[in-house]
């Protein structure tokens, strides 16, 4: 079945610092990726749709300028968390479909957050 | 905008018991309904979905039912287990790929 990986699965790093959050699929080409974040004890809440090739598409109250998403290849996106502040800390989960969005989304690991 | 409703939040049952997560959607052209279960501290995993062109698709103990006329749609697990423990999602996707997610159930089955 599809695989997803994302690294890392846990950071934690200094306020003003930007950290990295890879998503890749490992088995499949993914010309659409999702990021996602999820606080304690809630629901996914999706930022942005991923594109290969093109812009991120974010959802509303989201900073592109904040959480910058490059996806420049079918297989990998990224997702950086610029000048991080303490808030920002949280669990950030990508999906991807090998079917080309017809079926169920695989995630990956997650990335657990910190910012300290 | 879209939205997905969820209930209960939490759900406890005794071991052997049913189970049932009901979810409502908003946006009229949903045309496809996954359900996702996520184990504390995992990644979610998709579990069973069900197309609108479908009124109820089942897969061992679990089963989901779609009411496009009330757009409801639920998930039902029968003879459940400690091991069913974990949050459960249901989502809704449109003709896009945007998938929209319920606020997820917490079920606990107790031995």
């Known amino acids: 079945g599809a695989v997803v990986s994302q690294h890392p699965s846990r950071v934690i790093c200094k306020s003003g610092t930007s950290v990295k959050i890879e998503c890749r699929s490992l088995?499949?080409?993914?010309?659409?990726m999702f990021w996602y974040r999820q606080f304690p004890k809630q629901s996914l809440m999706l930022m942005a749709t991923?594109?290969?090739?093109?812009?991120?598409?974010?959802e509303q109250g989201v900073e592109k300028d904040k959480f910058l998403i490059n996806h420049a290849s079918l297989t990998l996106s990224t997702l950086t968390v610029t000048s991080a502040h303490p808030e920002d800390s949280s669990f950030y989960i990508c999906s991807a479909s090998e079917d080309r969005g017809r079926g169920g989304y695989t995630f990956g690991s997650g990335t657990r957050l910190t910012v300290v | 905008g879209e939205n997905v409703e969820q209930h209960p939040s939490t759900l406890s049952v005794q071991e052997g018991d049913s189970a049932v997560i009901k979810c409502t959607y908003s946006d009229s052209a949903s045309n496809y309904f996954p359900w996702y279960k996520q184990e504390l501290g995992k990644r979610p995993q998709l579990i069973i979905d069900?197309?609108?062109?479908?009124g109820e698709k089942k897969d061992q103990r679990i089963a989901v039912t779609l009411n496009k006329t009330a757009k409801h749609f639920s998930l039902h697990i029968t003879e459940t287990q400690p091991e069913d423990s974990a949050v459960y999602f249901c989502a809704s996707r449109a003709g896009g790929f945007k998938t929209i997610f319920g606020a997820g159930t917490r079920l606990f089955v107790k031995a």
């Open positions: 991923s594109n290969e090739g093109s812009k991120a598409t974010y």
């Open positions: 088995d499949f080409q993914a010309t659409t």
């Open positions: 069900i197309r609108s062109n479908v």
